[in-house]
């Protein structure tokens, strides 16, 4: 862990009063630096409450988030931005994903619409270079959180 997310953390588990056995993913959303931020942003305005991932490619050392995780949210140059923890997790096709999952998600006019326009061709790519072919079957981990720390103006 880089010094400034695990300084980021600590000062997080001292002020909270946490064990530092706690559980940790750290991300940044997105495959490029320019989402990363804008999502991240999104997630410090309190818009973004939601993520969505393709559960297939998570790798066997890889974990899978589960509800009461701790995440520590990277903007687009690796920094945290923000502490997140888990608070609900479902397992869905893509062609089930709901109007409120999108809606909470934040992104764009926050519809369904809009939230395959963008996450389809994401998931395409994600699955191409994994040698897989993306399907409206596809399960996907929903994934619901709660801010609870977050740099603010930092992006």
Not at 84 to 110: F, K, M, P, W
Request: proline content about 5%; aromatic content about 10%.
């Amino acid at each position: 862990m880089q010094k400034a997310i695990q300084d980021y953390w600590q000062q997080f588990v001292t002020q909270q009063q946490l064990s530092t056995q706690q559980p940790v993913q750290i991300y940044a959303f997105g495959d490029n630096p320019a989402m990363a931020d804008e999502l991240a942003q999104l997630v410090i305005s309190g818009q973004k409450t939601a993520t969505t991932s393709a559960i297939a490619l998570y790798t066997k050392d890889e974990p899978v988030p589960q509800v009461g995780d701790y995440n520590i949210i990277l903007d687009g140059q690796g920094q945290p931005v923000a502490i997140t923890q888990t608070s609900r997790c479902d397992i869905v096709d893509y062609q089930d994903v709901t109007e409120e999952h999108a809606y909470l998600e934040g992104e764009g006019n926050r519809t369904l619409a809009y939230w395959r326009s963008v996450h389809e061709p994401f998931f395409k790519a994600e699955y191409e270079a994994s040698h897989q072919l993306f399907s409206p079957t596809m399960p996907c981990l929903c994934e619901q959180f709660i801010l609870l720390k977050a740099k603010k103006n930092k992006l």
